[in-house]
C-alpha cells in the first residue's frame, strides 16, 4: 500500500511533465489545424480550377480547358465530377481511350453517378461494345428510372440487336419523361419504321421537327419514309427543306436525285448526282447512280467514266454496266469485249450465277465475242430466274435477245 508521502510527491512531478510538453502539443496543435487548412484550402482551389476548366471547354478553348481539368485532378484525384468532365470533353474530341479511361474513373469514386454510366455506354455503344453499353445504359437506369436520356441511348443500342419492341418500350419512357424530347420522337419514328408502322412514324418525325424546326435528320427520315408511302411530292419537299439548312449534304442530294428517277425527272436527277459529286467526289453511290441515268439516256462514254470510279470495288452495279458498255459501245476504240466478259463473269460469281440482269449482261458479252453457244446458255438461265421473281418485263426482253442469238448461230 502507497505510503501519503509519495502521493504527494508525483502530483508536482505530473505537473512538470505536462507544463514540459506543453509547448510540443500546442505546436502539435498548430501543425494540425494548419494541415486541415491546407487540405480544405486545397480542396476548394481544386472546385475552381474544375469550374474554370469546364468554363474554358464551353467557351471551345478545350486545350487550356483540359489543361486545367487535370491540374484540378493533381488537387483533388478523387472528384468523380472532374473525372466525368474530362471525360465528355475527350468524347466530344473523338479521343476515346481517354473519355472511357475517366468515365470509369468517375465510377470507381462514385458507383451511383448515372451521368457517367450513360456517358461510357454512348462511348462503348459507339465503339461496337454494344453489350457493355447496355449495362451501363440499364445501371443508369436503376439509379435514376426517369433519366430520359438514358431511355433514349438504351433504345439506340437494342434497336441495333433488332429489339425493336423493347427500343419503343424505352422512347416511349423518356417521352413520357420529357415529352418535348425532339431526339426521341426522331428515334422512335425510326424504331416504329423498321416496324412498319408508317403513320405513327411520320407522325413522330413531324413531332420532332415541330418541337426543333432545324432538326435536319429527321426531315430526312420523313423524306424517306414517304418515299416508302408512295408520295414523291412531299418526300421532294421536305430532301429540300434539308438543302436549305444544310446545301452541303451529298447524301440528301443523292436521294432526293433518286425520287426524281422515279418520277422520270432524269435532268432534274443529273443536277443533284453531280451536286452530291462534288460535294464529295469519292461517293460511290452518287457515281453508280450518275452511270445508271447516263446510260439509260444513251450517254455511253460518261456513263462508262463513272462506273469505272467503282469498278473495281467488287459493286455489282456499276461492274455490269461498265460491261454491258463495253461490249456494245459503237465506238470501236472504245469497246473491250475481253474486258467486258471479265466484268460479267467477275459479278456472276459474285452473285452466284443467280441474278437475272447479270446473266443477261453476261450473254450480251459472249455474244459481242461471236460465242452464241454461251449467249443462248446465259440468257436461257436468265429467262428461268426472271420467269421465276415475276420479273416479266426483264424476261421478255431476254427472249427477244434470245431470239436474236439463236438467229445469229442459225446464219452461220
Not at 6 to 19: G, H, L, M, Q
Not at 237 to 260: F, G, I, K, R, S
Not at 302 to 322: C, S, T, W, Y
Not at 379 to 403: G, P, V
Request: glycine share 6%.
Amino acid at each position: 500500500m502507497s505510503e501519503p508521502g509519495e502521493s504527494k510527491s508525483f502530483i508536482p512531478t505530473v505537473f512538470a511533465v505536462v507544463i514540459g510538453l506543453a509547448p510540443l502539443i500546442v505546436m502539435l496543435s498548430i501543425g494540425i489545424h494548419e494541415l486541415k487548412q491546407t487540405v480544405s484550402t486545397e480542396t476548394i482551389d481544386a472546385h475552381a480550377l474544375s469550374l474554370k476548366g469546364e468554363r474554358l471547354v464551353n467557351r471551345g478553348q478545350i486545350e487550356k480547358g483540359v489543361a486545367v481539368l487535370q491540374r484540378s485532378l493533381a488537387l483533388n484525384p478523387d472528384s468523380s465530377k472532374t473525372h466525368f468532365y474530362l471525360g465528355i470533353t475527350y468524347e466530344s474530341e473523338g479521343n476515346i481511350h481517354e473519355a472511357i479511361e475517366h468515365f470509369h474513373r468517375a465510377l470507381a469514386i462514385d458507383p451511383a453517378y448515372s451521368q457517367a454510366h450513360n456517358h461510357l455506354a454512348t462511348t462503348l455503344n459507339s465503339q461496337g461494345s454494344v453489350e457493355e453499353a447496355i449495362t451501363h445504359f440499364r445501371q443508369a437506369l436503376k439509379i435514376e428510372p426517369d433519366y430520359a436520356q438514358a431511355h433514349n441511348n438504351l433504345a439506340i443500342a437494342l434497336k441495333s440487336q433488332g429489339k425493336l419492341d423493347e427500343a419503343v418500350f424505352h422512347l416511349e419512357k423518356a417521352l413520357m419523361r420529357d415529352p418535348e424530347y425532339a431526339q426521341a420522337h426522331n428515334n422512335l419514328g425510326v424504331t416504329l419504321n423498321r416496324q412498319g408502322k408508317m403513320d405513327e412514324a411520320i407522325a413522330h418525325f413531324n413531332q420532332a421537327i415541330e418541337l426543333d424546326p432545324e432538326y435536319t435528320e429527321a426531315y430526312k427520315n420523313l423524306a424517306n419514309a414517304y418515299v416508302r408511302q408512295g408520295e414523291p411530292a412531299l418526300a421532294i419537299a421536305h430532301h429540300q427543306q434539308v438543302l436549305e439548312l444544310d446545301p452541303d449534304d451529298a447524301q440528301t442530294n443523292n436521294n432526293l436525285a433518286l425520287v426524281y428517277v422515279s418520277l422520270g425527272k432524269l435532268d432534274d436527277a443529273i443536277t443533284h448526282f453531280r451536286q452530291a459529286l462534288k460535294i464529295q467526289p469519292d461517293s460511290d453511290q452518287a457515281h453508280t447512280n450518275l452511270g445508271n441515268v447516263l446510260n439509260s439516256q444513251g450517254k455511253l462514254t460518261e456513263a462508262l467514266g463513272h462506273f469505272r470510279q467503282v469498278a473495281d470495288k467488287n459493286m455489282i452495279g456499276p461492274m455490269n454496266g461498265m460491261a454491258y458498255i463495253l461490249a456494245t459501245h459503237p465506238d470501236p476504240k472504245i469497246r473491250d469485249v475481253k474486258t467486258a466478259i471479265q466484268l460479267a463473269e467477275r459479278a456472276s460469281t459474285i452473285t452466284g450465277y443467280n441474278n437475272a440482269m447479270i446473266l443477261n449482261t453476261l450473254a450480251t458479252t459472249y455474244t459481242a465475242a461471236g460465242e452464241y453457244d454461251k449467249a443462248v446458255e446465259y440468257a436461257e438461265k436468265a429467262i428461268t430466274l426472271a420467269t421465276a421473281e415475276k420479273d416479266h418485263a426483264l424476261a421478255n426482253y431476254i427472249r427477244a435477245q434470245l431470239a436474236l442469238y439463236q438467229q445469229a448461230i442459225n446464219s452461220l
